[in-house]
């Protein structure tokens, strides 16, 4: 129910928003057909060769992106003809602001009007350092024509690009993530869906092809991805003080939670600002070295190819997160250095905590700042979460009757100053506690996710069950009823189902807590008897109708065990922290005004 309709899209670096969900989800509708065998393993031998070989000439690259073109995409002499290199017309040719004429490397076109024109540069990068030459050349041929899409690609990576009267868009393919485990990647299933020549085929004369005109109705979506982020920094605060759960309590013992949580909502809302500013070039992301040592994006990409590539690595390193101290670092006090020019931007935000400050705030800040230099704290398979839950999203779209989640990247350069201040005027609407000694805290999957010490569930009779959940489900259908036109409650049930799905699948802990697994294991066994027996009293499934067989019982008895299961969203052992909304609930609006 929450996968991304088209596999590989959320894995993808982008810039500003190219699909939305519900155009994403169109596109990705025209599925390609099964590529052959043979074709598979002549991609992987060729990738292979690719990324070997250091040195690979311009006819290397030329010959490789022909035949992804041509065999992977389907790009071939049945459905359209290509001209390369010197047999590319003079008339693709466009005079550039500098005077020299830019002009495809490979073109693709067909009777219908179709065109796919591909760049190819020699840079190491594509759009960082030297590699942002051939992007604004490209952007500038196309805002001289009639097309809006292009492919640039250096061989390695792969970059779709639009090109709009006012702005631009584009999403990134990477080859050393077209391979894991012994077979093709989902990017390569997004790489053969977007580039697929019916998308790129206008119907009929005088209208776009569905590929350009999805992009083209993309630009409203942005609303709904920036309604939802406010829960994912939430989540990213919340994994921050999980991390740094010992250092806090042996240097912050006597720090109200209150403070800690301010402290790190202001770390986690620096990397929202550093996001926005990379996304509007405030940041120089497109220089080479900041991009490699010190940016938000750099670092994200680097941790995602490690992690696509499986193992424990990123749980056992520790170097992501002293990358970005040294990025908050260099954003406060600026950098001369010729080759990094960055200016001293200063500001609270930045401003660095203080182990012997009287403020509480300040020295949780210097515990957040600080900590990892101590000891190994705050792994990079962490980081790379926190990254995850600032830069992807989760939006439901309506499909009939009932919805579906579908992931999606937030586009930052979208997102007004304002919106940064109602985002973090809703991160205070929740407050810092932990679980108290010798009891559990647990979290249910119903209404707005109330977190109850798991000794007052087992205490409760079954008619105190019974107003729990009455009152529940009072509390989410008022809440529904404001949101929901009349006719679209008979999809409710539906979509309870698919956010308790979505709740199970939140519930993953953190690498590296193996001293913890087995009591998280024996509490949450614990919860799940309680669970079993409130979904029973609660009537959470419907009781067999007709006469109970062996096999009816069966599967009743399986039914009550998943609800079970799925009713239980998150354990949290007896001293961890976690965050609620005042008034002990998970979910909260976060819906605040903001002058601008």
């Known amino acids: ?68 073109l041509r065999s992977i995409c389907g790009f071939d002499e049945s459905k359209g003809s290509w001209q390369r290199g010197s047999k590319v017309l003079p008339a693709w040719g466009r005079v550039a602001l500098s005077g020299e004429t830019v002009k495809p490397r490979h073109l693709w076109q067909n009777p219908r009007g179709a065109v796919l024109p591909v760049f190819i540069d020699r840079e190491k990068r594509v759009g960082v350092g030297r590699g942002r030459r051939i992007t604004s ?35 990134e393919w990477d080859i050393d993530l077209w391979l894991e485990e012994g077979g093709l990647s ?27 005109a999805a992009i083209k109705r993309s630009r409203k979506g942005q609303a709904e991805l920036s309604a939802v982020l406010g829960e994912r920094v939430r989540a990213a605060v919340e994994t921050l003080v999980q991390a740094h759960g010992e250092a806090l309590r042996q240097h912050c013992a006597d720090v109200p939670p209150a403070e800690i949580y301010r402290a790190a909502v202001r770390v986690v809302m620096r990397l929202v600002v550093v996001l926005f500013a990379e996304s509007r070039d405030l940041l120089p992301r497109d220089n080479a070295l900041y991009h490699g040592a010190y940016g938000l994006g750099g670092l994200f990409e680097e941790l995602e190819k490690i992690a696509a590539r499986g193992g424990n690595s990123l749980a056992r390193a520790y170097s992501a997160w002293p990358r970005l101290l040294a990025l908050f670092a260099v954003i406060r006090e600026g950098s001369h250095h010729p080759a990094l020019p960055v200016p001293a931007y200063g500001g609270d935000l930045f401003a660095p905590g203080r182990a012997d400050s009287p403020e509480g705030l ?12 101590d000891r190994e704290l705050f792994s990079n398979c962490e980081v790379h979460a926190i990254l995850e839950e600032i830069t992807r999203t989760r939006v439901k779209l309506r499909q009939g009757r009932s919805s579906i989640w579908v992931a999606a990247p937030i586009d930052f350069s979208d997102l007004s100053s304002e919106y940064i201040g109602i985002l973090y005027e809703g991160l205070l609407d929740f407050e810092l506690k932990t679980a108290p000694a010798g009891d559990p805290v647990i979290f249910l999957a119903v209404g707005d996710q109330p977190a ?64 913890a697994d087995d009591e998280r294991h024996s509490t949450r066994t614990r919860a799940e008897v309680w669970a079993r ?23 009743h008895e399986q039914k009550i065990a998943r609800k079970a299961r799925q009713l239980v969203t998150r354990v949290i052992l007896p001293g961890e922290w976690y965050l ?13 005004y903001t002058r601008p």
């Open 186 to 212: 989902p990017q390569v299933t997004a790489l053969r869906t977007l580039l697929l020549p019916t998308l790129w085929t206008p119907p009929d004369n005088g209208v776009s092809a569905p590929l350009l």
């Open 533 to 555: 027996r409130a979904v029973d009293v609660a009537r959470l499934v419907q009781k067999p109708r007709g006469k109970l067989t062996p096999e009816k019982k069966l599967i």
């Open 362 to 373: 300040s020295r949780a800040l210097a515990v957040f700042e600080n900590a990892c230099f």
């Open 452 to 515: 109850l010490p798991l000794s007052r569930l087992e205490a409760m009779d079954d008619q105190a069950i019974k107003n729990l959940f009455e009152k529940l489900k009072d509390k989410k259908n008022d809440d529904q009823a404001e949101e929901e036109a009349p006719e679209e409650s008979a999809a409710v049930e539906e979509e309870d189902d698919a956010e308790l799905e979505m709740a199970e699948d939140a519930d993953v802990e953190p690498a590296g807590e193996e001293r």
């Open 1 to 68: 129910m929450n996968t991304p309709t088209l596999p590989g899209w959320e894995r993808l670096r982008h810039g500003g928003l190219l699909l939305d969900p519900q155009r994403l989800s169109e596109v990705a509708a025209h599925t390609p057909e099964a590529l052959p065998g043979s074709f598979e393993r002549d991609l992987r031998k060729r990738i292979g060769a690719l990324q070997d070989t250091s040195g690979a000439t311009s006819a290397d690259i030329s010959a490789f992106v022909a035949f992804v």
């Open 580 to 592: 609620v909304r005042w008034g002990g609930t998970r979910k909260g609006s976060g819906t605040f």
């Open 137 to 171: 050349q490209v952007l500038g041929w196309l805002r001289g024509g009639e097309e809006q899409l292009a492919l640039i690609t250096n061989g390695r990576q792969w970059r779709l690009v639009f090109a709009g009267l006012d702005y631009d868009a584009w999403c």
